[in-house]
Structure formats: structure tokens, C-alpha cells
């Protein structure tokens, strides 16, 4: 859980959730640390994605929650900030990984498994959003949230998710992109 520090009280630091990783918040600043170095790479569940990996699929997430079927790599890369070429290599790589299936021309859906997948780090963004304006008074944007969310372990995000009134349980529970104002896509 987070304590205040008692040596500087607008510190906070995340304890008893993994002695790995200590996170705290000074003027407005968020400083995290891993005594293993954090990399881009986070296994989540069964899979090792990438958090711009992440990023597309819960692009894909969103855009399939707003009625569509198929997404074309063009209305994904408007959405995300990004070339088609990066969107259709990505799709792609997903699709090899049985997160994705994509079909030239006709565009991409998730399968169960990458739908699984996107509303779990959906619910993980959502759950920091949450926690750092409920608790620490701070307005995190989309593409913050995303990257904390993502970086702290599964414990840590199951202590944040303690500490507030989430309404989600490790997956984000919204049928509809209008159910949920915080259904947003970071930009890649």
C-alpha cells in the first residue's frame, strides 16, 4: 500500500506490495524505481507485451466497444497517433501471438484471449488514474496512467485497486465505449 513518508509528508512510497519497487510522489512528480532495472517489457498474465504492444490493443479494445467489427489499420493508426505501416506490423506480430486476428483488407478484431488481455491493462490504467486522483489529489493524463499502470506488478495495482473504489475487477467491464468516460487510448 502507499504510506506517507514521515520524513517529508507529501512523499508517498509504495510498501508491502513487492519490496522491488518503491514509488513516490514529490511536488506534483511521480518517481519510481526498480531495483531490477524496469524495461519496456512486462510479462502480464501468460504474455510478454510491450506497453506500446499494449497500446494497440487497447485500441483495438475501444474501437471494437464503439461498434466495430473490424478496425482498419487506418482508423487505428488516427486513433493512436501512428503510421499504418506501424499499426499493420503490429496487427500482424498479434496475430502470430493469437491476440489478433487479422485479415488483409478487411481489418482486425481481437480474438478472447487479446480482448482479456486489453481490458486487463485497461483496468490497470484505470485503477492508477483513479488512485492518484482519489488519494493524491493529482490529474494523471491518459498516457501517464498507462505507463505507471503498466510498470508497477500485478501487486501493486491490486493494493491501489484496495485503496479505492474501483468498480472493476482486474478487467475493464464497460460493453459500450459511452459506459465508461475513462475508456480513453493513450497515443502510442
Keep these: 500500500m502507499f ?3 514521515e520524513d517529508h509528508p507529501k512523499d508517498y ?18 518517481i ?7 524495461t ?11 506497453r506500446t504492444g499494449g497500446k494497440y490493443l487497447c485500441g483495438l479494445l475501444r474501437c471494437a466497444l ?31 501471438g493469437e491476440l489478433v486476428d487479422h485479415e488483409h483488407y478487411r481489418g482486425a478484431t ?17 485503477v ?12 494523471l493524463d491518459v498516457d501517464c496512467a498507462y505507463r505507471i499502470g503498466f510498470e508497477l506488478p500485478d501487486e501493486g495495482v491490486d493494493c491501489l485497486a484496495s485503496l479505492i473504489d474501483h468498480p472493476c475487477d482486474r478487467l475493464c467491464q464497460a460493453s459500450d465505449a459511452a459506459e465508461c468516460p475513462r475508456l480513453t ?3 502510442a
Excluded at 110 to 126: I, N, P, V
Aim: aromatic content about 4%.
Design 110 to 126: 481481437l480474438t478472447a484471449e487479446g480482448e482479456t488481455l486489453a481490458r486487463h491493462l485497461q483496468w490497470r490504467r484505470c
Design 40 to 50: 519496456n517489457d512486462v510479462s502480464l498474465g501468460d504474455h510478454s507485451i510491450t
Design 3 to 5: 504510506q506517507r513518508c
Design 185 to 187: 487510448v493513450a497515443t
Design 128 to 139: 492508477t488514474e483513479r488512485f492518484f486522483e482519489g488519494e493524491l489529489g493529482l490529474d
Design 66 to 96: 464503439a461498434g466495430r467489427d473490424r478496425v482498419a489499420t487506418g482508423t487505428l493508426a488516427t486513433r493512436l497517433g501512428v503510421s499504418r505501416a506501424s499499426v499493420t506490423e503490429m496487427v500482424e506480430k498479434f496475430g502470430a
Design 32 to 38: 519510481m524505481t526498480d531495483t531490477r532495472a524496469l
Design 13 to 30: 512510497r509504495l510498501v508491502h506490495c513487492s519490496s522491488k519497487y518503491v514509488a513516490g510522489v514529490t511536488n506534483g512528480g511521480l
